[in-house]
Protein backbone atom coordinates (compact mmCIF):
# COMPACT_ATOMS: atom_id res chain seq x y z
CA UNK A 1 0.00 0.00 0.00
CA UNK A 2 1.85 2.91 -1.43
CA UNK A 3 -1.13 5.37 -1.90
CA UNK A 4 -4.20 5.98 0.46
CA UNK A 5 -7.40 7.92 -1.63
CA UNK A 6 -10.58 9.20 -0.41
CA UNK A 7 -12.83 11.56 -0.69
CA UNK A 8 -15.01 13.94 2.02
CA UNK A 9 -18.95 14.00 2.22
CA UNK A 10 -19.56 17.38 0.82
CA UNK A 11 -17.04 19.78 -0.62
CA UNK A 12 -13.74 20.43 1.60
CA UNK A 13 -13.57 18.47 4.91
CA UNK A 14 -12.71 20.26 8.10
CA UNK A 15 -10.93 16.78 9.46
CA UNK A 16 -9.06 15.77 6.41
CA UNK A 17 -7.58 19.23 6.50
CA UNK A 18 -6.14 18.85 9.59
CA UNK A 19 -4.39 15.51 9.11
CA UNK A 20 -0.99 16.00 7.80
CA UNK A 21 -0.94 12.63 6.07
CA UNK A 22 -3.58 14.13 3.71
CA UNK A 23 -3.15 16.18 1.04
CA UNK A 24 -6.47 18.41 -0.47
CA UNK A 25 -5.82 18.01 -4.49
CA UNK A 26 -9.14 19.63 -5.77
CA UNK A 27 -13.19 18.19 -6.30
CA UNK A 28 -14.64 15.65 -7.86
CA UNK A 29 -17.61 16.96 -10.37
CA UNK A 30 -20.04 15.90 -8.80
CA UNK A 31 -21.51 12.74 -10.95
CA UNK A 32 -22.98 10.19 -8.86
CA UNK A 33 -25.85 8.02 -7.98
CA UNK A 34 -26.51 8.55 -3.94
CA UNK A 35 -29.48 11.06 -5.30
CA UNK A 36 -31.40 8.23 -6.69
CA UNK A 37 -33.86 6.81 -4.67
CA UNK A 38 -34.54 3.43 -4.21
CA UNK A 39 -38.56 3.63 -4.79
CA UNK A 40 -36.80 4.82 -8.51
CA UNK A 41 -34.44 2.04 -8.61
CA UNK A 42 -37.43 -0.10 -7.80
CA UNK A 43 -39.20 0.72 -10.90
CA UNK A 44 -35.66 0.45 -13.09
CA UNK A 45 -36.10 -3.31 -11.65
CA UNK A 46 -39.79 -3.79 -12.52
CA UNK A 47 -38.53 -2.24 -16.09
CA UNK A 48 -35.86 -4.90 -16.47
CA UNK A 49 -37.37 -7.59 -15.33
CA UNK A 50 -39.87 -7.25 -18.05
CA UNK A 51 -37.94 -5.87 -20.92
CA UNK A 52 -34.24 -6.98 -20.10
CA UNK A 53 -34.29 -10.21 -17.31
CA UNK A 54 -31.20 -11.26 -18.52
CA UNK A 55 -29.28 -7.98 -16.75
CA UNK A 56 -31.13 -8.89 -13.59
CA UNK A 57 -29.02 -12.18 -13.18
CA UNK A 58 -25.86 -10.80 -13.31
CA UNK A 59 -24.48 -9.07 -10.35
CA UNK A 60 -24.77 -5.46 -11.33
CA UNK A 61 -24.08 -2.01 -9.47
CA UNK A 62 -26.85 1.07 -8.78
CA UNK A 63 -24.89 2.80 -11.68
CA UNK A 64 -24.35 -0.04 -14.42
CA UNK A 65 -28.11 -0.65 -13.95
CA UNK A 66 -29.02 2.60 -14.97
CA UNK A 67 -26.36 3.24 -17.64
CA UNK A 68 -28.03 0.20 -19.27
CA UNK A 69 -31.71 1.63 -18.72
CA UNK A 70 -30.65 5.04 -20.02
CA UNK A 71 -28.49 3.54 -23.04
CA UNK A 72 -32.12 1.42 -23.76
CA UNK A 73 -34.17 4.37 -23.38
CA UNK A 74 -32.02 7.22 -25.26
CA UNK A 75 -31.26 9.37 -22.24
CA UNK A 76 -28.34 11.27 -21.59
CA UNK A 77 -26.68 9.55 -18.93
CA UNK A 78 -25.10 12.68 -17.87
CA UNK A 79 -28.22 14.60 -17.05
CA UNK A 80 -29.12 11.53 -15.09
CA UNK A 81 -26.17 10.74 -12.69
CA UNK A 82 -25.49 14.79 -12.30
CA UNK A 83 -26.32 15.59 -8.70
CA UNK A 84 -23.88 18.85 -8.36
CA UNK A 85 -22.39 17.94 -4.94
CA UNK A 86 -18.47 18.11 -5.17
CA UNK A 87 -16.52 15.94 -3.53
CA UNK A 88 -13.09 16.98 -1.43
CA UNK A 89 -10.11 14.63 -3.05
CA UNK A 90 -7.88 13.51 -0.92
CA UNK A 91 -4.86 11.65 -1.32
CA UNK A 92 -1.85 10.10 1.22
CA UNK A 93 1.63 8.46 0.17
CA UNK A 94 2.74 5.90 3.13
CA UNK A 95 5.61 6.27 1.93
CA UNK A 96 8.79 8.71 1.71
CA UNK A 97 9.56 6.83 -2.21
CA UNK A 98 5.94 6.45 -2.80
CA UNK A 99 5.61 8.63 -5.82
CA UNK A 100 8.81 7.14 -7.40
CA UNK A 101 7.69 3.61 -6.75
CA UNK A 102 4.36 4.08 -8.42
CA UNK A 103 6.03 5.52 -11.22
CA UNK A 104 8.69 2.52 -11.50
CA UNK A 105 11.21 4.98 -11.17
CA UNK A 106 12.11 3.00 -7.79
CA UNK A 107 12.05 -0.28 -7.25
CA UNK A 108 12.57 -0.53 -3.81
CA UNK A 109 9.32 1.03 -1.20
CA UNK A 110 9.71 1.51 2.22
CA UNK A 111 6.49 2.20 4.20
CA UNK A 112 7.84 4.65 6.44
CA UNK A 113 4.72 7.29 6.59
CA UNK A 114 1.81 5.03 7.65
CA UNK A 115 1.01 5.27 11.65
CA UNK A 116 0.18 2.01 13.33
CA UNK A 117 -3.26 1.67 14.89
CA UNK A 118 -1.89 2.22 18.66
CA UNK A 119 0.02 5.65 18.11
CA UNK A 120 -3.32 7.02 15.78
CA UNK A 121 -6.09 6.01 18.65
CA UNK A 122 -3.30 7.13 21.14
CA UNK A 123 -2.85 10.66 19.50
CA UNK A 124 -6.74 10.94 19.35
CA UNK A 125 -6.75 10.42 23.07
CA UNK A 126 -4.56 12.55 24.12
CA UNK A 127 -5.61 16.20 21.41
CA UNK A 128 -9.38 15.58 21.49
CA UNK A 129 -10.75 13.06 23.76
CA UNK A 130 -9.34 13.74 26.82
CA UNK A 131 -10.25 17.09 26.09
CA UNK A 132 -13.50 16.71 25.31
CA UNK A 133 -14.12 14.63 28.44
CA UNK A 134 -12.87 17.56 30.44
CA UNK A 135 -15.02 19.82 28.93
CA UNK A 136 -18.27 17.94 29.29
CA UNK A 137 -16.98 17.18 33.27
CA UNK A 138 -16.46 21.31 33.60
CA UNK A 139 -20.04 22.08 32.52
CA UNK A 140 -22.30 18.86 32.50
CA UNK A 141 -23.40 19.62 29.34
CA UNK A 142 -26.19 18.25 27.97
CA UNK A 143 -26.14 19.08 24.09
CA UNK A 144 -27.04 22.26 22.30
CA UNK A 145 -29.77 23.59 19.93
CA UNK A 146 -28.34 22.42 16.60
CA UNK A 147 -31.44 23.64 14.13
CA UNK A 148 -34.31 25.53 13.76
CA UNK A 149 -36.80 26.08 11.74
CA UNK A 150 -40.68 27.31 11.11
CA UNK A 151 -42.90 27.40 8.48
CA UNK A 152 -46.29 25.06 9.47
CA UNK A 153 -48.33 23.34 11.49
CA UNK A 154 -46.15 20.44 12.67
CA UNK A 155 -43.51 20.69 15.19
CA UNK A 156 -40.52 18.68 15.61
CA UNK A 157 -38.56 18.88 19.07
CA UNK A 158 -35.12 16.62 20.14
CA UNK A 159 -34.34 17.07 23.33
CA UNK A 160 -31.00 15.50 24.00
CA UNK A 161 -29.20 14.39 27.10
CA UNK A 162 -25.34 13.51 27.51
CA UNK A 163 -23.75 11.29 29.77
CA UNK A 164 -21.41 13.46 32.38
CA UNK A 165 -17.77 11.81 32.49
CA UNK A 166 -18.25 10.09 28.40
CA UNK A 167 -17.71 11.41 25.29
CA UNK A 168 -20.54 9.79 23.08
CA UNK A 169 -23.02 8.27 25.51
CA UNK A 170 -26.48 10.42 25.23
CA UNK A 171 -30.58 10.11 25.15
CA UNK A 172 -32.44 11.92 22.39
CA UNK A 173 -35.97 11.94 22.84
CA UNK A 174 -38.00 12.88 19.91
CA UNK A 175 -41.40 14.95 19.99
CA UNK A 176 -44.12 15.86 17.40
CA UNK A 177 -46.58 18.15 18.05
CA UNK A 178 -45.52 17.62 22.25
CA UNK A 179 -46.03 14.02 22.16
CA UNK A 180 -43.03 11.75 22.64
CA UNK A 181 -42.64 9.40 19.59
CA UNK A 182 -39.35 7.97 20.02
CA UNK A 183 -36.33 7.52 22.54
CA UNK A 184 -33.23 6.50 21.48
CA UNK A 185 -30.03 5.63 24.30
CA UNK A 186 -26.70 5.83 22.50
CA UNK A 187 -23.69 3.91 24.87
CA UNK A 188 -24.87 2.64 28.85
CA UNK A 189 -25.12 5.63 31.25
CA UNK A 190 -26.23 5.20 34.64
CA UNK A 191 -26.53 9.24 35.37
CA UNK A 192 -27.15 11.87 32.68
CA UNK A 193 -26.80 16.08 33.13
CA UNK A 194 -29.52 17.74 34.11
CA UNK A 195 -30.38 15.00 36.58
CA UNK A 196 -31.52 11.84 33.98
CA UNK A 197 -31.49 8.35 35.41
CA UNK A 198 -31.32 5.28 33.55
CA UNK A 199 -34.32 4.11 35.59
CA UNK A 200 -36.57 7.36 34.53
CA UNK A 201 -35.28 6.66 31.00
CA UNK A 202 -36.70 3.56 30.76
CA UNK A 203 -39.94 4.29 32.55
CA UNK A 204 -40.90 7.57 30.42
CA UNK A 205 -43.17 5.93 27.44
CA UNK A 206 -44.02 7.12 24.01
CA UNK A 207 -47.08 9.16 23.74
CA UNK A 208 -46.30 11.28 26.62
CA UNK A 209 -46.56 14.54 26.15
CA UNK A 210 -43.08 17.23 26.78
CA UNK A 211 -44.51 18.60 29.19
CA UNK A 212 -45.09 14.88 31.45
CA UNK A 213 -41.15 14.14 30.85
CA UNK A 214 -40.59 17.09 32.08
CA UNK A 215 -42.51 16.99 35.42
CA UNK A 216 -41.49 13.23 35.48
CA UNK A 217 -37.18 14.00 34.96
CA UNK A 218 -37.58 17.40 36.81
CA UNK A 219 -35.96 19.28 34.29
CA UNK A 220 -36.36 20.14 30.60
CA UNK A 221 -33.39 18.84 28.98
CA UNK A 222 -31.25 20.37 25.79
CA UNK A 223 -33.20 21.32 22.73
CA UNK A 224 -30.78 19.81 20.43
CA UNK A 225 -33.18 19.88 17.03
CA UNK A 226 -36.08 22.17 16.53
CA UNK A 227 -38.21 22.39 13.44
CA UNK A 228 -41.89 23.16 12.27
CA UNK A 229 -43.07 22.17 8.93
Known sequence: LALITTTSIHGKSIQYDRLKQLKFIGYTKGFGTSHISASFMDKVREYLKVNNPEVLTRKQSKWQLLKFVAQKLNIDSSQLFYHGDQRGIYYGWTGTNANEFLLKTKMNFVQDKLQSVESTASF??????????????????????????????????????????????????????????????????????????????????????????????????????????
Open 124 to 229: WKQRWAKQRATHLNKIGSAGCNFSEASSGNTSVIIVQFTAVGTIFDNADLTFINGKLVTKTEIGYFLTISNKITLQQYSTIQIGWTRTQVTQFIGNTGSTASEASC
